[in-house]
């Protein structure tokens, strides 16, 4: 089978196996605001598979909702791979799903600083095969960082869930 192109044709591969495997996806997410949950859900019979989101888009939420270490966001800040995976931890717990998506970052225009500028996204993907994560450099507007956002998580499940 030739490796699907686009992330729509991935997601209908990713949604078939977790049908057949009777999985079960959750997203936990701060910078892209919703919008990973939104794209999935837009599937007919995603309640089938999608379990529930959070969007903790204040570090309170993060520390509350989805139990993330304030030591963590201390030590490594909260645009960092540790909290995402913390985060995707969290929601995995929080809503009893197999998989679980996380992200974190600076979209912009603003907010971002030296050590994290505007475009800098952290993502986790947690697993009971284990938990990946990845600090991604992105580039355009505020709306463009987010579906590249979008783009990599479900390019990083493909690979992980079906290669």
Do not use: N
Not at 60 to 83: C, D, F
Not at 134 to 146: D, H, K, N, V, W
Not at 147 to 161: A, K, N, S
Request: charged residues 15%; aromatic residues 6%.
């Amino acid at each position: 089978m030739p490796t699907p192109q686009t992330t729509e044709e991935q997601l209908k591969h990713l949604i078939a196996h977790w049908l057949e495997q009777r999985e079960t996806v959750s997203t936990c997410e701060s910078c892209t605001g919703g919008y990973i949950a939104s794209q999935l859900t837009s599937h007919a019979g995603s309640s089938h598979w999608f379990q529930g989101a959070i969007v903790s888009y204040q570090i309170e939420l993060k520390e509350r909702l989805v139990h993330v270490p304030a030591a963590t966001i201390e030590q490594y800040g909260v645009v960092s791979r540790e909290v995402a995976e913390a985060m995707a931890s969290g929601v995995r717990q929080a809503c009893r799903s197999t998989i679980s998506i996380a992200t974190t970052g600076v979209a912009g225009p603003a907010g971002g600083t030296v050590e994290t500028p505007v475009g800098t996204v952290c993502v986790a993907i947690d697993t009971p095969r284990g938990i990946y994560s990845a600090r991604l450099q992105l580039t355009g507007s505020r709306q463009e960082i987010i579906q590249q956002t979008y783009g990599e998580v479900i390019d990083r499940l493909y690979h992980l869930e079906l290669q």
